[in-house]
């Protein structure tokens, strides 16, 4: 191993000192105005960093915060399906334009300065069996990875260079539009592994529903898929999550990017190089000086503000939408793509031929034997003939350039606009 590059790759990915500064401040900032009204308005609640700020595992470029409104357990227990509501109106004291989101328990947004902060409302519980909602669990997994890291200090770079990896790879985030390892996996894995490398190594060797059981909460692999929910199990890998033995972590895996994973850890290891940390930046630019005599579209789309799993699945569900109907009407796609950076617009770009289509279509029916079949379709179609044997009907297409049919997809949707070079 070129341990010259990982040391190269450790300078790339820990945040410079202003950088730590700006979050921590940025966050007690928070955590003093919150607690402040908490007092105020006599409730028994304390704001906890959360996520990779609380493990202190973050990335340089940091921009999205999270932090968890603990409600007291006695005093709350009893009134968990409340929480949001409790934590809505202390969140409207303190700060504008809060915006409040739907999930397992509804949670809240807000811009803070360069910050995209989200507050989760959580009742505070020192075991996992005193949880109410799915959410009381995740200040449990942050203290597991916490304590880790602080036995054995070496870890927190291991992982930072281990999420750089995966983030460079494209497999970063478990959100269902990108179905990938969550940081939080990531965590567990390199953990679970002893280091970046040796998270690696593992990766290569993983093979179809593998099962990696960290704290051995299970005798065995036949015990995890007799025990654990089916729907939890249809990832290529299973991870048992360490705080919660009856969920797999890995659960939103796919089979595109447990296999990208995997190469890319193979090529690494084989060849180590900076590049393998450093995430390609998407450009419009590029994308044309890409093209050379091929066609390129662009469609960029501006989606409204809400959950970001929420609309990053409407931006992929309109991508293979447009993607099959340009398949089914015989565009030949030779390369695509999508791209979307959360808080902005996204961009869908497709590359075709420069040739536009026929204007007609040869549409194949029944082989001339099949005498019932060809029959229907005789009489379904008019000047149908024999090619080859087989009988066929010339059809007038409705659309012979790629941008055509686009644009009657998007018609009416204001949120997307096209742009064409041929």
């Known amino acids: ?22 979050v921590q ?7 003093h105005k919150l607690n402040s009204q908490f007092k105020k308005d006599k409730i028994s609640a304390r704001v906890i960093p959360g996520g990779s700020v609380a493990k202190g595992t973050w990335l ?45 328990r509804d949670y809240f947004a807000v811009k803070y300065g360069n910050f995209y902060v989200e507050f989760v409302p959580v009742l505070e519980i020192k075991k996992a069996s005193e949880a109410k909602n799915i959410t009381d669990f995740s200040p449990l997994h942050a203290n597991w990875v916490r ?70 909460k299970f005798k ?17 890998i299973i991870l048992i999550d360490p705080v919660e033995p009856e969920r797999n972590a890995l659960a939103a895996l796919n089979k595109e990017n447990f296999l990208k994973l995997k190469s890319t850890a ?42 970001v799993d929420v609309i990053g699945c409407r931006l992929l569900d309109t991508f293979k939408k447009i993607k099959l109907e340009l398949e089914k009407n015989d565009f030949e796609i030779l390369e695509s793509g999508w791209h979307w950076p959360e ?9 075709f031929a420069s040739k536009d289509l026929e204007k007609t279509k040869i549409h194949l029916g029944p082989p001339s034997g099949m005498k019932d079949a060809a029959a229907a379709f ?19 297409r409705k659309y012979t350039k790629p941008e055509q049919l686009i644009k009657d997809l998007i018609k009416g949707d204001k949120s997307l606009k096209l742009e064409v070079w041929s």
């Open 1 to 22: 191993m070129d341990y010259g590059v990982l040391k190269q790759a450790s300078q790339l990915v820990n945040p410079q000192r202003y950088e730590e500064s700006a």
């Open 25 to 31: 401040e940025a966050a007690k900032e928070i955590e």
């Open 60 to 104: 340089p470029g940091l921009s999205d915060m999270d932090l968890f409104m603990a409600f007291d357990s006695e005093k709350y227990g009893d009134k968990s399906a409340q929480l949001s509501d409790f934590a809505g109106r202390v969140l409207k004291k303190a700060f504008r334009n809060i915006e409040r989101l739907h999930g397992s």
């Open 147 to 216: 304590k880790k890291v602080s036995k054995n200090k070496k870890l927190q770079n291991e992982i930072r260079l281990a999420k750089q990896f995966f983030k460079a790879a494209g497999v970063y985030g478990a959100e269902s539009y990108i179905s990938g390892f969550s940081g939080h996996a990531i965590e567990i894995l390199t953990i679970f592994c002893g280091g970046f490398v040796n998270l690696l190594r593992a990766a290569v060797k993983w093979d179809k529903k593998s099962v990696i059981d960290v704290e051995k």
């Open 220 to 236: 065995s692999k036949k015990n995890v898929f007799e025990m654990l929910n089916k729907s939890k199990l249809q990832s290529p």
């Open 266 to 307: 193979k090529k690494f290891l084989a060849k180590p190089n900076i590049g393998f940390f450093k995430e390609k930046k998407f450009s419009i630019i590029d994308l044309v000086k890409e093209k050379g005599r091929r066609k390129l579209i662009i469609a960029e789309a501006k989606p409204d503000t809400g959950k």
């Open 343 to 351: 808080h902005g617009a996204a961009t869908f770009w497709f590359y």
């Open 378 to 396: 005789r009489k379904k179609w008019k000047k149908v003939f024999v090619k080859n044997g087989t009988f066929a009907v010339k059809l007038n």
